[in-house]
């Protein structure tokens, strides 16, 4: 086992202006180990209730994700709902339902802990510290959101102490620093733990930020974006897929591993839910990333 | 005379969150001129008032920038005021006095005429219509804003159909089409007349689509950003001068163009008004757009 996931599980119920689903997968680890499952062998550890359906199980088992540590719990599936807006940038969630997921205590199998690469989704920042302590990855990637950042600051604190990198969108950068300049946001957030930071800006692609380097990715253009739910966790799974599989975080490799997290995420977006995750293929994947260089190359310019 | 510009000269009142200036130099012309000025020879076609200081033209004249089309008019020059918001990327409009601006009629001189390269700034479409009927250029490139969209739409239709590219932001592109989607948007841009459509996304940098070609640059990162007025007009500068520069328009020159756009729009920010482009050099440039490469650069990927 090279990555391990840590994150959640839901049944969601989305609605976009090009339709709605009910009960459809979703939560961080789901779409994460979708996607990171097409370059690497991934480790799941997150929680179902009982009313959580057997296929998505299957599912992930199909796309060789090792469900050894999914946990199933008394009670009903963690569920989320959530209407996005004509411009799909912004969405309200209308409905939060924590059920199992509240008393969740990730336990990690003994090969898990051994795993060179970890992502600790976004949870409480309290479970994100206990599989810290039972994990000795060598590299540690986080994700968090607005609702840590004000509700639980302190724990948050403790993990970004701790971890080497995170991925964050630009509003959450801001929340979490008071800088509104993302540069000066980056920076500061390096000073409170991740040498990495990897900011997710949606249609507008992902930067990434070390020292005083930085390397941006377009988002890919796509005349149909159907569902942007779970874009950010899959690029993660992109990134830290590719990450694992070279097993290198060198300048170039995170470079590399930011195009992979943006074609993972690019197929995503592309229908709801995880189906468009359901049956990709590595040949497509390849394709994609490929085709990536022509939307940022250009030849040496005389000014 | 390889590049005309005609566009507004004002005087702008402008408050950001790190300071604030009264009277200051601005203007879709100025800007544009200021900064193409570093590239090639431009043409410059706008109206001021009695109260213009000589200063402006003095310092247009310096940066070697034609001013054989600026009409002094009677009366007060056009006034802007705006102050922007913490994060920069929203401001309100706190005034507009058109002044001499109200009954301007643009006239080329007969040398302006004959250029092969001309920016329509963002003036009333009509305007925009007189120019063209004057110019012979062989590549005409058009900004445009709201108010436009919704007060003149058949006159800006009509220009539009008559010019090879347009720089327009997100959401003007959104509201001149009716669709969410940027790709989308952009191909009904193409249908209305621009083969050329030239996104400008602020922070987030530029894309430009021709066909089913695209091309994203960066915005440069910068710790600094002190004023954002200007900024499109000073990306239009240097992606108008690099193309009169090169006599070019493949799309190989074209994604050059872009950088050279976001390049001298990175330091127009980085001062009120003008400041930053008063003393600008084809060293600084130079660099900054070789800079550019390493922020989207990338080894082959081997997914």
Same mark, same amino acid.
């Given at each position: 086992m090279?990555?391990?996931?840590? @994150?959640?599980?839901?049944?969601d119920?989305v609605?976009?202006?090009?339709? /709605?689903?009910?009960?459809? =997968?979703?939560?961080?680890?789901?779409?994460?180990?979708?996607?990171?499952?097409?370059?690497?062998?991934? @480790?799941?550890? @997150?929680?179902?209730?009982?009313?959580?359906?057997?296929e998505?199980?299957? *599912?992930?088992?199909?796309?060789?994700?090792?469900?050894?540590? *999914?946990?199933?719990?008394?009670?009903?599936?963690?569920?989320w709902?959530?209407?996005?807006?004509?411009?799909?940038?912004?969405?309200?969630?209308? *409905?939060?339902?924590?059920n199992?997921?509240?008393?969740?205590?990730? /336990? =990690?199998?003994?090969?898990?802990?051994?795993? /060179?690469?970890?992502? =600790?989704?976004?949870?409480?920042?309290?479970?994100?510290?206990?599989?810290?302590?039972?994990?000795?990855?060598?590299?540690?990637?986080?994700?968090?959101?607005?609702? !840590?950042?004000?509700?639980?600051?302190?724990?948050?604190?403790?993990?970004?102490?701790?971890?080497?990198?995170?991925?964050?969108?630009?509003?959450?950068?801001?929340?979490?620093?008071?800088?509104?300049n993302?540069?000066?946001?980056?920076?500061?957030?390096?000073?409170?733990?991740? /040498?990495?930071?990897?900011?997710?800006?949606?249609?507008?692609?992902?930067?990434?930020?070390?020292?005083?380097?930085?390397?941006?990715?377009?988002?890919?253009?796509?005349?149909?974006?159907?569902?942007?739910?779970?874009?950010?966790?899959?690029?993660?799974?992109?990134f830290?897929?590719?990450?694992?599989?070279?097993?290198?975080?060198? !300048?170039?490799? =995170?470079?590399?591993?930011?195009?992979?997290?943006?074609?993972?995420?690019?197929?995503?977006?592309?229908?709801?839910?995880?189906?468009?995750?359901?049956?990709?293929?590595?040949?497509?994947?390849?394709a994609?990333?490929?085709?990536?260089?022509?939307?940022?190359?250009?030849?040496?310019?005389?000014?």
């Amino acid at each position: 086992m090279d990555l391990v996931v840590v @994150g959640s599980v839901g049944l969601d119920d989305v609605e976009t202006p090009f339709g /709605k689903v009910e009960r459809a =997968l979703g939560g961080s680890a789901i779409y994460f180990s979708l996607t990171a499952a097409l370059l690497t062998r991934v @480790g799941f550890v @997150g929680v179902v209730g009982e009313d959580f359906p057997e296929e998505g199980v299957e *599912l992930l088992k199909a796309r060789g994700v090792d469900v050894r540590g *999914l946990e199933r719990a008394a009670g009903k599936t963690f569920r989320w709902s959530g209407r996005y807006h004509e411009d799909l940038n912004h969405r309200d969630t209308l *409905l939060t339902e924590l059920n199992c997921f509240e008393h969740f205590s990730p /336990k =990690l199998p003994d090969d898990y802990r051994a795993a /060179k690469y970890l992502f =600790l989704g976004n949870i409480h920042p309290s479970l994100q510290l206990d599989v810290l302590d039972q994990s000795s990855a060598s590299f540690v990637a986080m994700d968090t959101m607005n609702f !840590w950042i004000s509700g639980a600051p302190d724990d948050l604190r403790r993990v970004l102490a701790r971890v080497d990198a995170i991925t964050i969108n630009d509003e959450e950068a801001r929340d979490l620093t008071g800088q509104s300049n993302i540069v000066r946001a980056a920076r500061e957030i390096h000073r409170l733990g991740p /040498k990495l930071v990897v900011i997710k800006r949606g249609e507008y692609g992902a930067l990434i930020a070390r020292d005083d380097e930085y390397f941006f990715a377009p988002a890919f253009p796509l005349e149909d974006v159907v569902d942007p739910t779970g874009a950010g966790d899959s690029f993660a799974g992109g990134f830290m897929g590719y990450i694992a599989r070279h097993d290198a975080t060198s !300048w170039a490799a =995170l470079c590399q591993a930011t195009i992979a997290g943006s074609t993972l995420a690019s197929f995503s977006v592309e229908a709801f839910s995880v189906d468009a995750l359901r049956s990709l293929t590595h040949d497509q994947i390849t394709a994609r990333a490929a085709a990536f260089r022509r939307l940022t190359d250009f030849p040496a310019i005389v000014l």
